[in-house]
């Protein structure tokens, strides 16, 4: 039976298994991972299609960009775009779609929960419990977080709800951004270097990407200093991970909690042994309300642009291209 539904291609399964139902209930979706040989798929159907899905880990490489000769649209799951190949894209003036605004206080939820974890060493005391520590002896004192001095690199959405929470812990916030953010209320460091050095805690809420590589590398951490915590709730691209271990093994820094990393799913071998800093699986968005609000907006987006020419939220950089800009 012919179908009207426009055709979508999606790179690969969800992070909410609820909108690949709901993808292919609305639209003729074929899944690229799921063909034999996905090459050969792009080689001989990609003409087909106008629409594609992705998500924030998943991205888009060059080459599927390149197979995709009519390719109008991309809605990707999730605020960074760091993996979607930018310049195939523009080149291609395809227009990009993503999540911004709905996973903000999931993941600025989850700075301040490994912040304070990093701090009092709650995982590595719910280790010491399990393991019958307690009746050897006492759990050692830690780190106390309220009225410190926080350190915010990258303050955007993310990074402002991370300075929402740290009013309701008394932490003096700073931040270094490229330029200083039109009046905020909190001290701006001019270089990441100064912010470190000013910090207590360091949280990472800047965009992945080439431009902040490995900019939190060993002489940042130098200067967090043997007292100082260092959170990523960003991308691990953005902390130089050897040196960050190395860090943490030799007390140049106190401690760490990372919810990103260099190379997902597998962390720097060096971090698994460390009892001092605690590490999750990139899991900050990861809750029932937020993966539901990123899934709604990439149907929007799609939805939207299908039939407007215009998504709702539009990467910052696709957006630009456009004459009249529609980022969000
Ligand atoms: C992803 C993320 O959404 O939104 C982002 O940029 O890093 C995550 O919240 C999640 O990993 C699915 O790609």
């Known amino acids: 039976?012919?179908?009207?539904?426009?055709?979508?291609?999606?790179?690969?399964?969800?992070?909410?298994?609820?909108?690949?139902?709901?993808?292919?209930?609305?639209?003729?979706v074929t899944l690229l991972s799921e063909q034999a040989d996905p090459r050969r798929f792009l080689a001989e159907q990609g003409t087909q299609f106008e629409y594609l899905v992705t998500s924030a880990a998943m991205g888009l490489p060059a080459h599927v960009v390149e197979a995709l000769p009519n390719l109008r649209f991309v809605s990707s799951f999730g605020v960074g775009f760091d993996a979607l190949d930018r310049d195939s894209l523009l080149h291609r003036g395809v227009r990009v779609g993503y999540t911004p605004g709905v996973l903000d206080d999931c993941v600025a939820d989850m700075a301040f929960a490994l912040l304070l974890d990093a701090a009092r060493g709650l995982s590595e005391s719910d280790r010491f419990v399990r393991?019958?520590?307690?009746?050897?002896?006492?759990?050692?004192?830690?780190?106390?977080a309220s009225g410190k001095r926080l350190g915010i690199f990258g303050m955007g959405r993310i990074g402002s709800a991370v300075a929402r929470r740290a009013a309701g812990f008394d932490m003096d916030v700073g931040y270094h951004n490229r330029s200083p953010v039109e009046g905020s209320p909190h001290r701006y460091l001019p270089s990441l270097l100064a912010l470190a050095r000013w910090a207590d805690f360091l949280v990472i809420t800047a965009a992945g990407g080439d431009a902040t590589r490995h900019l939190v590398?060993?002489?940042?951490?130098?200067?967090?200093?043997?007292?100082?915590?260092?959170?990523?709730?960003?991308?691990?691209?953005?902390?130089?991970?050897?040196?960050?271990?190395?860090?943490?093994?030799?007390?140049?820094?106190a401690g760490a909690g990372l919810d990103v990393f260099e190379d997902e799913p597998r962390p720097h071998a060096e971090l698994l042994t460390q009892d001092n800093v605690v590490l999750a699986?990139?899991?900050?968005?990861?809750?029932?309300?937020?993966?539901?609000?990123?899934?709604?907006?990439?149907?929007?987006n799609l939805e939207q642009f299908i039939a407007t020419g215009q998504p709702v939220a539009e990467v910052p950089w696709s957006a630009a291209r456009q004459p009249v800009a529609a980022g969000v």
């Open 281 to 300: 699986p990139h899991i900050a968005s990861g809750t029932h309300e937020t993966r539901r609000a990123m899934a709604d907006l990439v149907l929007r």
């Open 217 to 253: 590398d060993a002489q940042v951490l130098d200067a967090l200093g043997p007292q100082g915590f260092l959170v990523n709730v960003a991308r691990g691209s953005v902390v130089d991970e050897a040196a960050l271990a190395a860090a943490l093994q030799s007390g140049r820094i």
């Open 1 to 28: 039976m012919a179908t009207s539904r426009p055709r979508v291609l999606q790179f690969g399964k969800m992070p909410l298994p609820q909108l690949d139902a709901e993808l292919a209930q609305a639209y003729e």
């Open 131 to 144: 393991r019958g520590g307690w009746s050897q002896g006492r759990f050692g004192i830690r780190t106390r």
